[in-house]
């Protein structure tokens, strides 16, 4: 086609400054099956991109930015459509009942728009409008998804427990989380891919490329998550289902010009924003979202990563007492328990973190944690990853301690393994009446003020416990409201050590508030995996 004959068409193409052709090239306005399928899209996305949660705005309201927590933002661009008034009455399809519902609401709304507007020849401008929609919901969601890579919290490098536990006894979700956790700059790669595809979209030029990229990469985790059996393969392909729509403006375009060699003119509406005060506030929003979502977003996930990384504990644990050891002897209401992998009482090896945990080794089956070891939680107790994903016998206890008195009040961060039986009897002394049924039942063996007042004032306030620059008013917040009432199982464990640290012994009362001593050596482990580089959290400030 030579350039006067390519201007003509061109010319001819053009109607009201909006360029708009078919497949064919041929006519200008849409086909009534294109403005059906248009409307269902548009009501279909708008509804998936607002938030229907009450609670989302009252947090939006409640956010204090002169200390923000890195959950705050992450909050704000971490929703998805949920109706559970209404998917209640439908299949839990892998979690998929929420958008069946939504293209239900939006078939109905197509409908009726269908039938109130009949006179529109096309929707270009809506269309712009959507485009615009659907770019800055999916843009604003995998940053704040991305940060969590780049700076890497999401997949932690496996703790000393975790080194320790048998492959078996490891879900496939856990098995693929421990995967990247140990290579931690390919996840940082992963997270700055979601990164460069999410800023890509906030500009016009390369949305394109930015939709393509966020396809083809929350594609990849959406299969992963179902090939592993994790938990967010929705919200993965939540973002693969935007990057399709998006793609599905260009690509039929880019088919035609480039496979079928075709003359192509693609739509290119863009409003004219021919007053200051617009222009001026287009300006503004786009500023506002990347200043905020790549500037300060980062900022505050970086102070995360250094002292309050969520899903492993931020409290340094007592520092003599880190490490991994073998349990020398085991005595329990003072009998010695010889060594034998097939007890179910004896412990076999245990570990103590850098921060405030303790785990064990028993041959003992317990209940799965089936979750991620996510969410939000700011008390170190509630932070899971360590036991999520793991069965067999490891054992994982938070504990709080009395470095006065050299105690350590420990409990079992696996709550499904002591059950959420309340309102026992409890005998004069505050304890639960122990017949022969309680025992075995699930039960607290522990009063509710199994920690006095003394120990709490000798382990002070777990607030307090990091870096002040890792402050935030979300933390200090949480630490105001009482913790969860949740059974859990505990001990209470006096220890000692050797002037050098090789030795450890632990005495006092186990879950069943059975006596045990526990005599540990201290064993300089080393491991075939490369220490991470990247380690999350500072524990420096020890007791």
Do not use: C
């Not at 030579?2 to 001819?12: D, E, I, R």
């Not at 293209?103 to 507007?117: E, K, P, T």
């Not at 693609?266 to 905020?292: E, Q, S």
């Not at 979300?474 to 913790?483: D, I, L, T, W, Y």
Request: hydrophobic share 40%; no cysteine; aromatic share 16%.
């Amino acid at each position: 086609m030579n350039t006067h004959v390519a201007q003509h068409t061109h010319q001819m193409l053009k109607t009201n400054g909006v360029e708009k052709i078919d497949n064919k090239g041929e006519k200008e306005g849409w086909t009534e099956v294109e403005k059906v399928a248009f409307r269902i899209a548009f009501i279909f996305f708008v509804i998936m991109s607002i938030p229907w949660n009450w609670r989302w705005y009252a947090d939006l309201f409640a956010i204090d930015w002169t200390g923000l927590h890195y959950r705050d933002l992450y909050d704000i661009a971490r929703f998805q459509p949920s109706f559970p008034l209404l998917s209640q009455w439908l299949p839990n399809l892998y979690g998929y009942a929420d958008w069946i519902v939504v293209l239900f609401l939006a078939i109905v709304g197509a409908v009726i728009w269908s039938v109130v507007d009949g006179k529109t020849k096309n929707y270009n401008k809506l269309y712009y409008w959507l485009l615009v929609i659907t770019r800055y919901r999916a843009g604003i969601g995998i940053i704040g998804f991305a940060f969590t890579k780049v700076l890497p919290v999401q997949m932690p490098y496996p703790s000393e427990g975790l080194l320790n536990t048998d492959l078996g006894d490891l879900t496939q979700q856990k098995i693929y989380w421990l995967s990247i956790g140990i290579v931690p700059w390919y996840q940082v790669f992963t997270g700055l891919v979601e990164l460069l595809a999410g800023t890509m979209l906030f500009f016009r030029k390369t949305t394109f490329y930015g939709a393509a990229l966020l396809m083809g990469a929350l594609g990849s985790i959406t299969f992963v998550n179902f090939a592993y059996e994790g938990g967010v393969h929705i919200y993965a392909s939540y973002f693969v289902l935007y990057g399709l729509f998006i793609l599905s403006y260009y690509i039929p375009r880019i088919y035609k010009l480039t496979i079928l060699e075709q003359y192509t003119v693609p739509i290119n509406y863009y409003p004219a924003f021919d007053k200051a005060w617009l222009y001026i506030l287009r300006f503004g929003l786009k500023a506002g979202v990347i200043v905020v979502f790549l500037g300060v977003l980062l900022y505050v996930q970086l102070l995360n990563f250094w002292y309050d990384p969520y899903k492993q504990p931020s409290s340094p644990g007592v520092a003599k007492l880190r490490g991994y050891y073998d349990v020398k002897a085991f005595y329990l209401n003072n009998i010695l328990i010889p060594y034998n992998p097939y007890d179910s009482l004896r412990w076999q090896d245990l570990t103590f973190e850098k921060w405030t945990t303790m785990t064990f080794k028993v041959n003992k089956a317990q209940r799965l944690d089936l979750s991620n070891g996510g969410g939000n939680p700011i008390r170190d107790i509630d932070r899971t990853f360590e036991v999520a994903g793991v069965g067999g016998g490891r054992r994982v206890y938070h504990y709080y301690a009395d470095t006065i008195d050299k105690v350590l009040y420990l409990q079992d961060k696996n709550i499904a393994t002591a059950g959420a039986t309340k309102g026992r009897q409890r005998d004069a002394e505050g304890y639960p009446n122990r017949s022969e049924n309680q025992l075995n039942s699930r039960s607290d063996n522990y009063p509710k003020d199994w920690i006095n007042e003394q120990a709490w004032r000798h382990i002070g306030n777990e607030n307090n416990m990091i870096d002040p620059r890792g402050a935030t008013t979300r933390r200090s917040n949480a630490f105001k409201e009482s913790p969860k009432e949740v059974i859990r199982k505990k001990m209470m464990l006096h220890y000692e050590t050797s002037d050098d640290g090789a030795l450890v012994t632990l005495k006092g009362l186990n879950e069943n508030r059975d006596s045990i001593k526990v005599e540990l050596v201290r064993k300089d482990r080393k491991y075939i995996l490369t220490r991470s580089s990247l380690d999350a959290g500072q524990y420096g400030k020890t007791h």
